[in-house]
């Protein structure tokens, strides 16, 4: 089993629309769970991080955690076609060491 | 600027040859790691030092080999390289769990090609 799992997508969305990406991790002691954008050629970015449960908004962007379902989801609001890239989704390794183990990424495309 | 640089950012090598790769950081952070992006665009830890310390050292060949001289810097030397070793590997840094931790601040990436 995958230690996190995304849909590899692509998802395609129109512009103006919410892009709604998910995450599954399986490590149940996990209590830091981050976002990164990744543009084509580029390097990660972080966008979002959340600790707790429930939703934390910044500007377009909502993390949503569950901890109890083991799943993490960002929300795109009034998506743009500069959103297009791919997202990764980034949980801290029980173990310690501040490990960050990465999904594979979901690629979002958004179309004007 | 404050952050995350990498050198070189392309690196094209035959196999067989030795190549090293360095990061430097100047945000203050205390950990540094080594990741590896393969074509799939899967990110994978490999190494992380903290203040010059080995921490973590996942299963990697040992003609992989970091050294961090100090904490603002973690070198990667690769020794007779394969094919199977062209990838992106990306440098990142974070403060340690004492100070809070809030994700990690990669460096710009360095194309590896092996041919």
């Known amino acids: 089993q995958k230690e996190v799992e995304q849909n590899s997508g692509p998802l395609s969305v129109p512009e103006g629309a919410i892009a709604s990406l998910n995450c599954t991790y399986s490590?149940?002691?996990?209590?830091?769970f981050f976002w990164y954008r990744q543009y084509s050629g580029k390097s990660p970015e972080l966008i979002m991080s959340?600790?707790?449960?429930g939703d934390k908004e910044d500007g377009r962007f909502t993390a949503q955690l569950n901890k109890a379902s083991q799943y993490v989801s960002l929300l795109i609001r009034d998506s743009q076609p500069s959103d297009s890239a791919t997202y990764l989704c980034?949980?801290?390794?029980?173990?310690?060491?501040?490990?960050?183990?990465f999904g594979a990424g979901t690629r979002l495309a958004v179309h004007p | 600027d404050t952050a995350v640089s990498q050198t070189p950012k392309y690196l094209v090598t035959q196999m067989g040859n030795d190549k090293s790769i360095k990061c430097e950081q100047n945000?203050?952070?205390?950990?540094m790691y080594w990741y590896k992006q393969d074509s799939k665009k899967f990110l994978k830890i490999m190494f992380s030092?903290?203040?010059?310390?080995?921490?973590i050292n996942e299963t990697v060949p040992n003609r992989f080999s970091p050294k961090s001289p100090d904490k603002a810097h973690l070198n990667l030397h690769i020794n007779s390289l394969e094919l199977g070793d062209s990838a992106v590997y990306f440098c990142?840094?974070?403060?340690?769990?004492?100070?809070?931790?809030?994700?990690?601040?990669f460096g710009s990436g360095t194309r590896l090609t092996v041919v």
């Open positions: 990142a840094s974070s403060q340690e769990a004492g100070k809070g931790f809030y994700g990690y601040t």
């Open positions: 490590d149940r002691g996990s209590q830091s």
């Open positions: 959340i600790y707790s449960n």
């Open positions: 980034a949980v801290v390794y029980a173990g310690g060491y501040n490990k960050l183990i």
């Open positions: 945000l203050g952070h205390d950990t």
């Open positions: 030092y903290n203040n010059k310390e080995l921490i």
